[in-house]
């Protein structure tokens, strides 16, 4: 069975400082890879996922992660982030023909001005 | 654009109460999940279900159960509920057999049991 690790419960950061979330997985097969964000008080949105090609993936508002196989990582990073940025992030892993996801314990990111 | 809907966004029930968590999507969707998410642990697969009448158990599912008579619905039930199913439940919906497709996810509905 697959499985994700957020390397990081809490991120402060300040507003306009780069962040950089960490995610490691665990598969015998090839995997696809999402990171989903949850604002307070709502459900989880997704934010962009791996599937297979370009192994960097971006978001509309942003964000990028980085698919590194042999590492077997997907890190989540932001430039420069906003007050508006400030939510819980979660890694999630599944693998083809399976439609069950495997959440990671969830990267709780605080942007402070 | 997908909406997922829940029945309450809070709720508080007593020790030993039945307990109903409705949900309802409107894409269509074949395949619908229940999780809890507790802080530091993530979220957690109580239940999912791939068809109409079809179910299967998640991770976590002693305690709960549930139904899915129509397509667009499916609800959670908590027989008897008991404080450590305090928690923050979401429902979300998918297509089937695609590992690579989004799953859509509800406001989420806070229960806290007495």
């Known amino acids: 069975a697959q499985s994700v690790t957020q390397l990081d419960s809490q991120v402060p950061v300040f507003e306009e400082a780069p962040v950089e979330l960490r995610c490691n997985y665990s598969s015998s097969v090839s995997v696809y890879l999402f990171w989903y964000v949850q604002y307070p008080n709502q459900g989880l949105q997704l934010l962009l996922k791996y599937l297979s090609g370009s192994t960097l993936v971006e978001s509309i508002n942003g964000f990028e992660a980085e698919f590194n196989k042999s590492q077997t990582s997907f890190h989540l990073r932001k430039p420069s982030v906003h007050i508006s940025d400030t939510a819980e992030y979660f890694c999630?892993?599944?693998?083809?023909?399976?439609?069950?996801?495997?959440f990671g314990a969830g990267t709780t990111v605080t942007v402070r001005a | 654009d997908v909406k997922v809907t829940q029945s309450s966004r809070y709720l508080v029930k007593r020790t030993g109460e039945k307990v109903f968590l409705e949900c309802v999507q409107d894409m269509d969707h074949e395949n619908m999940f229940w999780y809890r998410q507790d802080p530091g642990l993530g979220l957690r697969l109580i239940y999912f279900?791939?068809?109409?009448?079809?179910?299967e158990k998640g991770d976590i599912p002693e305690g709960y159960s549930v139904s899915r008579e129509k397509k667009e619905r499916f609800s959670l039930i908590l027989e008897s509920a008991s404080t450590n199913q305090t928690s923050m439940y979401l429902c979300a919906s998918s297509f089937r057999d695609r590992g690579g497709e989004t799953q859509y996810f509800g406001p989420g509905t806070r229960l806290l049991v007495l």
């Open positions: 279900s791939y068809d109409v009448k079809m179910k």
């Open positions: 999630a892993v599944t693998v083809p023909n399976d439609y069950k996801l495997s």
